[in-house]
């Protein structure tokens, strides 16, 4: 990743059913002088440290800022998709960490109710 590039990570809910639905927003930020690559379409969501096929499929489709590639400086932008309860896998509380270029973005938990 070019430039000083800083992740942000939310999901909401922040506890979900088993039927539900999960958002999971990934932003990058500019923190340098110059334009930078974010390289967004190419990050990884680890859940509880494995990374998830499921996101880097969902990542890399759809439509994406035109800003993307060249982030002014003091920028974000941000890339946002949903994903079935199943992304979690079991019931309990799961760690989701995104990565881009060796860049990690803060830890969030999410808590699958059970059945």
Known sequence: MAGELRLEM??????????????IRLAAVNEGPDPADSRLRESRLFVDGEPSMTWSLAISNGTGDVRERELPPGERIEAARQF??????EPGDHELIAEVDGVRSNSVTVTLAGT
């Open 84 to 89: 079935a309860a199943s992304l979690l896998r």
């Open 10 to 23: 939310t999901a909401a809910p922040e506890r979900i059913g088993p039927d539900e639905q999960l958002t």
